[in-house]
């Protein structure tokens, strides 16, 4: 059985989902993508997610919905926001809710991996 740590993308657009797994699994941890919020909440397996990346607008539950209900249920994944749809209050909110990270696309990839390395060596 693999050891390395699962870091689950949460992402409508298949290319970003794409290009983070590549870039994840370069750095030696495994990736699950999922496209939506709603998909990652029906993961029978979230205890096993070492850190999480999504997107804030997506269709149905928004990024930050999803925060919100993975606070609610207790013992959250480390997440990390990335989105198109940078402002103070986005921001704002999405660290207020324990967020680690909060990046603007495109991310820079030195950016991303350090956060990464952080969230996960800490975890």
């Known amino acids: 059985m693999c050891s390395a740590p699962v870091i689950a993308v949460v992402d409508d657009d298949d290319s970003i989902r794409e290009a983070l797994g590549d870039l994840i ?19 029978a397996d979230r205890p096993s997610i ?31 926001f990335m989105t198109s749809y940078v402002d103070d209050a986005t921001k704002a909110k999405a660290m207020g809710g324990g967020a680690r990270c909060f990046f603007g696309k495109p991310v820079d990839d030195d950016d991303l991996i350090a956060c990464l390395h952080s969230v996960v060596d800490a975890h």
């Not at 999480?52 to 149905?60: E, L, R, V, Y």
């Not at 539950?61 to 609610?72: P, S």
């Open 50 to 80: 070492a850190c999480m990346i999504t997107d804030i607008k997506m269709p149905g539950l928004t990024g930050l919905e999803l925060q919100d209900r993975l606070n609610a249920d207790g013992h959250p994944p480390p997440i990390i």
């Open 25 to 43: 699994r370069s750095l030696g941890y495994r990736c699950l993508g999922f496209a939506s919020a709603e998909d990652f909440l029906g993961f």
